[in-house]
């Protein structure tokens, strides 16, 4: 993949300065909104690892690294698009919960889906042998969980249509004006 492909999650940047850099941990995501487009893009790119690593510890007791790249690897990931952001207030070095509702869209099985999700992040100690610190700086955003708004099935793609990223404007995918057998259904 050229590394100066468009990122994934939709923003303007390229992959190798948006996304990439919080996925290979060069950086780490200073908002909640930052991790969930660095997640929407291990997914597009099928970093399972990473996926789970920004799980919350209270939520990767629950998860498996074989499960969520089935899920990655079972579907294409066209666009996300982010709806809303709730950035509440940290009260004495105390992270209240911060929300991203966001769409991910997606095809499997020559089917167009959107996942709509109202997203949980909190802020914590991301190794235990930070424990004895209590700054800021020390924290990362994690994923807790999130509230399914609406997982719909929107349509069943034939291979003759224009492809339906050509719909999104988000989309990351760079064969524009294709028909869906050249393009993401390739």
């Not at 690593?53 to 066209?78: F, G, L, M, P, R």
């Not at 209590?134 to 719909?152: A, F, P, T």
Request: net charge neutral; hydrophobic share 30%; glycine share 4%.
């Amino acid at each position: 993949m050229s590394l100066n492909k468009k990122c994934f999650c939709g923003s303007i940047k390229s992959f190798s300065a948006c996304c990439q850099p919080l996925i290979i941990k060069e950086k780490q995501s200073l908002t909640p909104e930052q991790l969930m487009r660095s997640r929407f893009s291990a997914y597009a790119t099928g970093n399972s690892q990473y996926i789970y690593d920004t799980y919350a510890k209270s939520s990767q007791v629950s998860q498996s690294i074989k499960e969520i790249s089935e899920w990655s690897e079972a579907c294409t990931w066209i666009a996300l698009q982010i709806h809303s952001i709730n950035n509440n207030e940290l009260i004495d070095n105390e992270s209240a919960e911060q929300f991203v509702e966001f769409s991910a869209i997606y095809i499997t099985d020559g089917v167009l889906c959107e996942l709509r999700e109202n997203s949980r992040f909190i802020l914590e100690i991301p190794q235990p042998e930070n424990t004895q610190t209590n700054d800021k700086q020390d924290l990362e955003w994690r994923y807790i969980d999130g509230d399914i708004v609406k997982h719909d099935e929107l349509t069943k793609i034939k291979r003759k249509e224009l492809c339906p990223c050509n719909s999104f404007p988000t989309t990351w995918v760079i064969k524009k004006g294709k028909k869906y057998k050249q393009c993401c259904g390739n």
